[in-house]
């Protein structure tokens, strides 16, 4: 009787420290897909979204376009995209000043990564490197564009798998 009370106590701390070990390992996968959100009261989102990747900016300045390399935005992986910016009546801008911001508007956090315009490739056409999604779900990705004297911002919406 003592010795089954021994193999059952046994099992029990095996399986809970395998349950642990699995626990940690697993986080950096289940937090932010599943415990983030539900922190975070994961609100439903706008259903009038525009998720079109080519749009006027917030005051009409410039038309703005991306293209993300690779195609579809990964998740969890820093990846660039290439932002296209023309006057609003379609004339290339060059040597434009642009910063990066977004986030996840429901969960009430930021990008994870600091995004930076690294490099004019000339035509109209900027590097946007060090951008990462890592949960899915609906993300911001805001710029503020700065050329000829003007400034103006535009954010584009994009949905994760
Ligand atoms: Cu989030």
Redesign the pocket.
């Known amino acids: 009787m003592k010795k089954q009370i021994g193999i059952v106590v046994i099992t029990t701390v095996i399986t809970v420290g395998i349950v642990v070990v699995a626990l940690i390992y697993l986080m950096p996968t289940l937090g932010p897909r599943y415990l983030?959100?539900l922190m975070?009261g994961d609100q439903p989102a706008p259903t009038d979204l525009d998720f079109s990747v080519e749009r006027l900016s917030d005051e009409g300045v410039f038309r703005v376009s991306w293209v993300s390399d690779p195609a579809a935005p990964p998740l969890n992986t820093i990846h660039t995209w290439s932002l296209h910016v023309e006057t609003a009546d379609g004339k290339a801008v060059e040597n434009a000043e642009i910063t990066v911001d977004g986030g996840?508007p429901q969960?009430g956090?930021g990008l994870p990564t600091s995004p930076q315009v690294t490099e004019n490739l000339g035509n109209g056409d900027y590097l946007v490197e060090g951008l990462k999604f890592q949960?899915p779900?609906w993300w911001e990705v805001r710029f503020s564009i700065t050329a000829e004297g003007q400034t103006d911002s535009i954010t584009f919406n994009l949905t994760l798998e």
Do not use: E, I, K, L
């Open positions: 983030h959100p975070m996840m969960h956090h949960m779900g």
